[in-house]
């Protein structure tokens, strides 16, 4: 089948359940632990990778936007009442930055779109994003506690928090080639024949 044939309404439709499927995809993979796909309970961090893929070509308005939607997503699928340390951070903060983070280094040209660049960027940014996920720990102790308190939850974001976040990074720059390659075609594919 070819895509130039398709009567651009359908094209259109073909393009948004592309980007939706993924991202619905890398949301269900999210609680997923499949063989290979964990050490030690951890895996990979399937949306900071999605929003590396989309973010690189994408408008800042685009790259900010899906980083807010799959922020509240995620959010809505891992709320609880509390959580190890008594607070609840948003993931909406931690992916918003990766996206942002990914279009100004694309637009500065500090990282093109080859698999290797997105590897290194998926990498980079997973440890962006859990660092930023562990500053809001850090922040809502030290406003709602004590600074004793606020330096107990440093030391445990410290030794529990470093190594799981050392563990995504590499899981997911190690994962990001099999994410990144189809997505990359079949969007630079659609997008061109949507400008034709």
């Known amino acids: 089948m070819n895509i130039d044939n ?10 948004f359940l592309t980007v939706v499927g993924s991202a619905g995809l890398c949301l269900m993979l999210l ?11 951890v895996g990979p961090s399937w949306l900071v990778m999605w ?17 807010i939607v799959l922020g509240l997503i995620q959010d809505g699928m891992t ?8 607070t609840v951070p948003t993931h909406v903060l931690s992916l918003t930055t990766v996206s942002v983070l990914v279009f100004m280094l ?15 960027a998926a990498f980079g940014l997973t440890i962006v994003s859990e ?19 606020s330096l107990d939850s440093l030391n445990h974001i410290w030794t529990n928090q470093c190594p ?13 080639p099999i994410l990144y390659y189809p997505l990359q075609l079949c969007w630079q594919k659609m997008l061109a024949n949507k400008l034709a």
């Open 131 to 149: 660092a930023v996920t562990g500053l809001q720990y850090l922040l809502e102790t030290a406003i709602e506690r004590s600074p004793e308190v």
């Open 106 to 120: 694309h637009k500065r040209r500090y990282l093109d779109d080859t698999v290797f660049s997105a590897s290194i």
């Open 31 to 41: 609680p997923t632990r499949l063989p290979g796909m964990e050490i030690f309970g």
């Open 164 to 176: 799981s976040m050392l563990i995504t990074a590499v899981l997911s720059g190690l994962w990001m």
């Open 6 to 15: 398709l009567h651009p309404l359908v094209r259109n439709g073909l393009y």
């Open 51 to 67: 929003l590396v893929a989309w973010s690189l070509h994408r408008s800042l308005w685009h790259a900010a936007t899906a980083g």
């Open 79 to 86: 709320f609880t009442s509390t959580d190890i340390l008594g």
